[in-house]
């Protein structure tokens, strides 16, 4: 008898233990723009972050990651208030943040007083992590961008000489222009001219005819989808026979209905590229929301998928729950296999392939990927 209730007791307390372990979870915030200016951003994200999920599971050494979603409503006062919240009411390991810099900028302080590690999907200004331990970012910065349009320009199109033509009135875009031309001078080039405009013109001769008299191999359009489609049009039409190439403000389906036949044999540098995946993951991302919701990705929601990714690997070679374990690995990831490519984790921002597209036919053609080095 007292054998049967010695077992009877240890049984009880292994189920007990295994409801107690089966009931743990680990509980990553998600600090998203729902609603709001920018709310089609966080919706992205979101929609990515939970696509992914459904690919490569949602558990950690056997515990469920339970994301605690709070609406920042595209305030920076609601984002910093959701970081709080997330933090000291709802006990989250890890966070990913908001997706514009101006958001970030507010939740980052925050996390580093209270030492939780936050990533966010696509806040692109360099002040969202520099001097800070436990900001991050799951996409690359302009300077990188550029650079890579750069190295491409030099190795692949073999272009000896350049021109630029970039609005003033956007700061994405200067530093574009100014990025592409210390690259492309270290790595040999020449920078023949350099033009600008501002955001609105509509008249691009005289900078064009500028450019055309000195006779570059291509013509580097750092701006907006609008501006490049006039700009190619109008550089056309003057005889410019060179080849144009942009960044990633050129992703747009207006670029074409502005730019027409002008714009075909354009090259770009883009974040990803929706028709064809860099990876296993990547395809099979690609593949699942194509399926689910009948249209080709975004890259909203692909670097949320990226941005749980590295957050979800951390926590794994973690071995703890501890945030500052965690952050420390997220710090040191390398080479890791996210939805747009693999990447790599230096002073808190990611060091990706850059992938390059070319016009053809009306639409964006993959050409190839590019990393700096």
């Known amino acids: 008898m007292r054998g049967w209730m010695k077992y009877f007791g ?15 979870v680990i509980r990553v915030g998600a600090n998203l723009e729902m609603t709001g200016a920018v709310a089609a951003y966080g919706q992205m994200i979101w929609e990515g972050i939970n696509l992914v999920r459904e690919l490569v599971g949602d558990e950690v050494w056997g515990r469920k990651v339970e994301l605690v979603l709070v609406d920042n409503k595209s305030d920076k006062v609601e984002s910093a208030n959701a970081a709080t919240r997330l933090i000291d009411k709802e006990k989250v390991v890890a966070m990913i943040g908001p997706a514009i810099s101006g958001s970030m900028l507010a939740v980052g302080p925050i996390c580093e007083e209270k030492q939780i590690p936050v990533i966010s999907a696509t806040a692109t200004n360099p002040l969202v992590t520099q001097g800070k331990k436990f900001v991050f970012r799951a996409c690359f910065l302009d300077p990188y961008q550029a650079a890579a349009a750069a190295v491409f320009a030099r190795n692949d199109l073999k272009a000896e000489t350049a021109a630029i033509l970039s609005d003033i009135a956007q700061d994405y875009c200067v530093a574009l222009g100014n990025f592409f031309k210390e690259e492309f001078e270290k790595r040999g080039g020449k920078i023949v001219v350099e033009q600008n405009c501002k955001t609105g013109d509509q008249d691009f001769s005289a900078q064009l005819t500028t450019i055309i008299n000195a006779n570059p191999d291509i013509l580097y359009v750092p701006n907006y989808y609008t501006e490049i489609a006039l700009i190619s049009r109008q550089a056309r039409d003057l005889g410019f026979e060179g080849i144009i190439l942009s960044a990633d403000g050129a992703d747009a389906p207006e670029l074409f209905e502005v730019g027409g036949d002008a714009v075909e044999g354009l090259y770009h540098t883009a974040i990803w590229d929706a028709t064809k995946g860099l ?12 399926k689910k919701y009948g249209k080709d ?7 949320g998928a990226d941005a749980y990714l590295i957050l979800v690997d951390a926590i794994k070679r973690a071995g703890s729950l501890d945030p500052v374990a965690i952050r420390n690995m997220i710090e040191e990831t390398a080479d890791l296999e996210v939805v747009t490519g693999k990447v790599t984790i230096e002073n808190g921002d990611a060091v990706k392939p850059v992938v390059v597209r070319k016009v053809e036919g009306g639409k964006f053609n993959f050409v190839k990927t590019v990393v700096v080095e």
Request: hydrophobic share 50%.
């Open 10 to 24: 240890v049984m009880i307390l292994v189920l007990f233990t295994s409801c107690v372990w089966a009931q743990d």
């Open 279 to 290: 990876n296993d993951v990547g395809q099979r991302y690609i593949e699942l929301y194509q």
């Open 297 to 303: 990705p975004n890259m909203f929601g692909a670097l």
